[in-house]
T-cell receptor, first 117, second 118 residues
Framework: AQKITQTQPGMFVQEKEAVTLDCTYD???????LFWYKQPSSGEMIFLIY??????QNATEGRYSLNFQKARKSANLVISASQLGDSAMYFC??????????????FGKGTHLIIQP | KAGVTQTPRYLIKTRGQQVTLSCSPI?????VSWYQQTPGQGLQFLFE???????NKGNFPGRFSGRQFSNSRSEMNVSTLELGDSALYLC?????????????????FGAGSRLTVL
């Protein structure tokens, strides 16, 4: 089974609208971290936002917020007031731990977001 | 502050050859991780180094190896290249190895090295 599932391969959104990118995850660990990264066409991965499994409040970073629903194992990214520069691939990722150490990030397949003027 | 620098940015090799990719982390960052990105498999974790020691390794064959130097710079090597090794190889650094449930030490990625195997 996939550890990170992003069900939207592509999305078109009008500029200035809010957009929600879906992410569900699968883990049996109690302690884990969830991340969202943005990858423009240049290839560089840009960190957007982080949510820890024990964090009680949803994370926010400027126009980005993470809608964390632990019971549903869901960690959707919400971008408010989208801009043309938001057009990019968006990846949801998870970090789990085994034996007390942290593993590498497990990424979803990504969502290609295109903002239309 | 300079970001994560990866060299070369682009390279072409033929099957059977070997390749070495280099990564210079952000100044002061001591942990370096490597990821492979392909259209078919997506982003996959290769390995993580800290203090010249490999801390974690992903599910890749032994042809993939890496090392870290005392100045935290890292190299990865792929021997006996196969067509399927064509990918974007991303390096990421963080001040320390990331804890499982911690927002500290978030990975900062470089622009990647795009390898084409013919």
């Amino acid at each position: 089974a996939q550890k990170i599932t992003q069900t939207q391969p592509g999305m078109f959104v009008q500029e200035k609208e809010a957009v929600t990118l879906d992410c569900t995850y699968d883990t049996s660990d109690q302690s884990y971290g969830l991340f969202w990264y943005k990858q423009p066409s240049s290839g560089e991965m840009i960190f957007l936002i982080y949510q820890g499994s024990y964090d009680e409040q949803n994370a926010t970073e400027g126009r980005y917020s993470l809608n964390f629903q632990k019971a549903r194992k869901s960690a959707n990214l919400v971008i408010s007031a989208s801009q043309l520069g938001d057009s990019a691939m968006y990846f949801c990722a998870m970090r789990e731990g085994t034996g007390g150490g942290a593993d590498g990030l497990t990424f979803g397949k990504g969502t290609h977001l295109i903002i239309q003027p | 502050k300079a970001g994560v620098t990866q060299t070369p940015r682009y390279l072409i090799k033929t099957r059977g050859q070997q390749v070495t990719l280099s990564c210079s982390p952000i100044s002061g960052h001591r942990s370096v991780s490597w990821y492979q990105q392909t259209p078919g498999q997506g982003l996959q974790f290769l390995f993580e180094y800290f203090s010249e020691t490999q801390r974690n390794k992903g599910n890749f064959p032994g042809r993939f190896s890496g090392r870290q130097f005392s100045n935290s710079r890292s190299e990865m090597n792929v021997s006996t290249l196969e067509l399927g090794d064509s990918a974007l190889y991303l390096c990421a650094s963080s001040p320390e190895p990331a804890g499982v449930n911690s927002g500290a030490n978030v990975l900062t990625f470089g622009a990647g090295s795009r390898l084409t195997v013919l």
